[in-house]
């Protein structure tokens, strides 16, 4: 396995618990450390438990040069990131790498597989990096969910496998028999717009449920039960129609940008894509929006009154989803950036992130992110992280809850109504009763429900 990251790891762990040995070799000596103590530098449901479980067998180790990974294998699996490029391509910079490094070492008739989202064409590229008639390389994208990502592995919908030569298709497929999934076999640039297709048919599925979501407040209908209407038509689904601030993390929006790119160099228009790209970011502004018209009302201020400027606004949640600790491009942050930029302070409570120990006090990975999103650091001087979710409530003017962790819905209303200087309550995940909170003395507002 070249690449113990998001996809690595619980790939790695889910080949260990099918019975296979595997050897995982991962680039950041910080990393590679935290690996060879027995720990897991990810946060990842059931991930810490298989890894033990493989040391303990005796068929997982780490290292920290790929070369010598793959010496005495016969399967090479390439994990490794294709972040963003400014013009929303795809970046292969560490792809190429990756191939330089174990070309010379691959064994003889062994199979390189690709499970990097990559550009259509770029399994060819790989081949032609390593360059060797006795080896094959093949295409077999992954569609596992950080914080399910193990669960997702073991339990796949599906796998997908490029390749000219079927054989090496159908041994790549093989590996995964006994978890039962329906194997596809097609040709690799196939298999590499499968997984384009894939995320941003879902990012289309999230971008159309929140669209509707805002048609619902428009019209006064409730978005929960349309999803009920519509989810029990078995051609639409329950799946993915969770409405919310918009969707983030480190696959749909790079993977919608890419996707663009593609289909505007081999000359597709493909305006559908752009208008959930802007939908996405649409989203962020209707959140804020929400915020700024239930203080309007509160308050009873004008419409031309600023609302936000010199308030504190608490918010619970900041990674892009719930079940990760993982920040990147996260909705929850374009949404705090947002309320900064109005003049505002925020006050954030996230169960993933602690407070630093040193000033300014914010998360490493925080300041990370915010700087990768191009956000100014000077927002970052109004917004401190708190470690308990009450203590970032006290004395707010409003809380606004981002992502969907569970012990958020365990809320205790009255204490927070207390702890609130206004009890303006913006749930951007639905998570809470609007029965409930109002009776608690709340001006609740929800996304797409009354
Ligand atoms: C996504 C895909 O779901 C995986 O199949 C794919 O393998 C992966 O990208 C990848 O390409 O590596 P992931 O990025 O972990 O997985 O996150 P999702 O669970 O898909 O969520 C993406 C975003 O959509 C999050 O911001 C989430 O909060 C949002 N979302 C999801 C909603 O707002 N509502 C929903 O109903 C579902």
């Keep these: 396995m070249i690449g113990a990251g998001h996809v690595g790891l619980p790939t790695a762990a889910a080949l260990v618990s099918l019975g296979h040995r595997v050897c995982c070799a991962e680039s950041d000596p910080e990393r590679l450390r935290v690996l060879e103590e027995g720990g897991v530098p990810i946060f990842e449901e059931g991930l810490p438990e298989v890894i ?7 068929r997982l180790s780490f290292v920290g040069s790929a070369g010598s990974a793959v010496d005495d294998v016969d399967f090479t699996f390439l994990c490794v990131p294709t972040p963003e490029r400014p013009d929303g ?43 060797r008639q006795d080896i094959t390389v093949v295409s077999n994208p992954e569609f596992l969910r950080e ?39 097609t040709d690799a640039a196939t298999a590499e717009t499968i997984k384009y297709v894939a995320n941003t048919f ?46 983030g993390g480190s696959c749909f929006p790079k993977d919608t940008h890419a996707l663009l790119h593609i289909a505007k160099e081999a000359g597709f228009d ?68 947002q309320i900064l930029e109005s003049g505002a302070e925020v006050r954030a409570f996230d169960p993933t992130l602690r407070p630093h120990q040193s ?27 708190a470690s308990e979710a009450t203590a970032a409530t006290e004395g707010a003017s409003a809380l606004l809850v981002l992502t969907e962790w569970d012990e958020f819905r365990r809320v205790d209303l009255p204490a927070l109504r207390a702890a609130l200087a206004e009890p303006v309550l913006i749930d951007a995940r639905n998570l809470l009763d609007p029965g409930a909170a109002r009776a608690a003395g709340f001006r609740y507002v929800g996304v797409g429900r009354p």
């Design 270 to 337: 493909f305006p559908l894509l752009q208008s959930v790209i802007d939908t996405n970011e649409a989203q962020t502004r209707r959140i804020v929006s929400k915020l700024e018209q239930a203080l309007r009302d509160h308050l009873r201020l004008e419409a031309t009154e600023p609302v936000l400027p010199g308030r504190s606004v608490a918010v619970w949640g900041l990674t892009f989803k719930a079940g990760t600790d993982d920040l990147r491009e996260s909705p929850a942050l374009r949404v705090v950036s």
């Design 359 to 385: 000033v300014p006090a914010l998360p490493v990975s925080l300041v990370r992110e915010w700087g990768a999103l191009g956000f100014p650091a000077s927002r970052l001087e109004r917004l401190t992280v």
């Design 52 to 58: 033990r479980q493989g040391w303990r067998e005796g």
């Design 89 to 131: 391509s795809a970046d292969l910079t560490y792809l190429e790498q990756a191939a330089v490094q174990i070309g010379p070492h691959l064994r003889s008739g062994s199979v390189v597989v690709n499970k990097s989202t990559v550009p259509i064409g770029s399994t060819r590229l790989v081949e032609q990096t390593i360059a």
């Design 202 to 247: 879902l990012a289309t599925k999230l971008s159309f449920i929140n669209a509707v979501a805002g048609l619902c407040d428009a019209v006064g209908a409730d978005v929960r039960d349309v999803i009920l209407g519509l989810g029990y038509d078995r051609r639409i689904g329950f799946d993915f129609l969770r409405p919310g601030p918009g969707w």
């Design 147 to 185: 914080g399910t990502a193990v669960q997702d592995s073991l339990r796949p919908d599906r796998i997908v496998v490029g390749a000219d030569d079927q054989d090496a298709a159908a041994r790549v497929g093989a590996l995964f028999a006994s978890t039962g999934a329906p194997l596809v076999v």
